[in-house]
């Protein structure tokens, strides 16, 4: 799988962009704040039809104009679909070979991409809602359907937070109906706790070993936190489900809404069998994420047999050649990879002789050298 081209219109600092890939290594390279994540962004966006900055889509659009376009060539098993995505202050309109997707998920499908960018450090320092959005973010491009039940539980999770928040204040109301849609919410609920912990597992399968080769330590793993004591099959998630919502009835009432169920994991990463969020520099937790991002990418090689678009933004300019050496071992020839640096010189000479080259100076392509 490759991004062959993309043309952007209106997004971000980008007034008018077209440009095509190599289906390998794409360097960008350029000052700060000409426009290089801006560009990562483009084709996170184009693919994910979300940004990983923002959650507010008119965000993205060129402060001069209303509305902002991307569209590009993505090649996939030997075929070429077009994707397009169309943004306003109102909607979003998303296409596959010109025909209008309604559904996100049917969207998504398609193309399969991972980021590392600086910013990903709030994984480990942010809140457990950055880590939940994170979950439901990469899950959904491994298991298809996955974000149709998390769309259909927070509809349920509202639903039943609506009710409590009636019993809460004394109102009366269909108990019968309370307890179907507690039937339903807790279908979901385990539905949403297997396959967080399928992912977090196959995660764990290849985490430490990336991250012992990068850095040289062992004993790195995520773990998964949930209300739960055990999730690893469905009978007794939902089984101890059940018996936590009939016993906590009362304390959500009083409350007025629901305290047990996904919508309140988490992770934590370890090294060590050390909280990195409190006992990891930001060395350890830089590669932390590192080894996580890589480890998506072998799940997605192992057992979807994809090779996704892999997006690395500055990801050199903090390590040390030791490091970046080892990092290298990840980036094969048939995998599509995009870049970003302010220092070529930062990027090993093999690297970039493998690579094209893209000069960005103020939102514009300046200078392009193609693989030698």
Request: hydrophobic share 35%; aromatic share 12%; proline share 2%.
């Amino acid at each position: 799988m490759f991004l062959k081209s993309i043309k952007i219109k209106n997004f971000r600092n980008y007034e008018s962009l077209s440009l095509d890939f190599f289906p390998g290594i794409n360097i960008i390279y350029g000052n700060n704040a000409q426009g290089k994540t801006n560009l990562l962004e483009s084709i996170y966006f184009l693919s994910f039809s979300k940004s990983h900055r923002s959650f507010i889509d008119n965000s993205l659009i060129n402060e001069k104009y209303n509305e902002a376009y991307i569209s590009g060539s993505l090649c996939k098993d030997d075929t070429l679909y077009k994707l397009e995505i169309g943004i306003d202050d109102k909607k979003k309109k998303l296409k596959i070979d010109q025909n209008e997707i309604k559904k996100i998920s049917d969207y998504i499908s398609l193309s399969n991409i991972i980021i590392f960018y600086p910013e990903d450090l709030n994984l480990i320092k942010g809140s457990p809602k950055d880590r939940r959005h994170f979950l439901n973010s990469e899950i959904s491009q491994i298991y298809g359907n996955y974000l149709d039940v998390v769309n259909d539980y927070n509809k349920l999770l509202k639903m039943r937070n609506d009710y409590l928040k009636k019993l809460q204040i004394g109102e009366v109301v269909d108990l019968n109906y309370f307890d179907i849609l507690n039937k339903y919410f807790i279908g979901k609920a385990t539905d949403i706790y297997i396959i967080r912990n399928k992912f977090i597992n196959r995660l764990n399968e290849f985490n430490n070993k990336i991250y012992l080769d990068i850095l040289g330590r062992d004993g790195f793993y995520i773990k998964y936190v949930s209300n739960l004591s055990n999730i690893d099959n469905s009978d007794s998630v939902r089984e101890e489900l059940e018996n936590i919502l009939e016993k906590e009835r009362n304390n959500e009432i009083k409350y007025g809404k629901t305290l047990f169920g996904p919508h309140r994991d988490d992770i934590e990463f370890y090294l060590d069998n050390k909280n990195l969020k409190y006992y990891g520099s930001q060395g350890q937790q830089r590669v932390a994420i590192l080894a996580l991002k890589l480890a998506e990418l072998e799940i997605f090689k192992k057992y979807k047999k994809i090779q996704p678009i892999l997006l690395l933004d500055d990801v050199f300019s903090e390590l040390d050649d030791i490091k970046k050496n080892n990092l290298l071992k990840y980036i094969s020839n048939d995998l599509q990879v995009f870049i970003t640096t302010t220092d070529l010189d930062s990027i090993s000479p093999e690297l970039l002789c493998q690579a094209k080259k893209i000069m960005i100076d103020n939102a514009n392509v300046v200078k392009i050298e193609e693989v030698e």
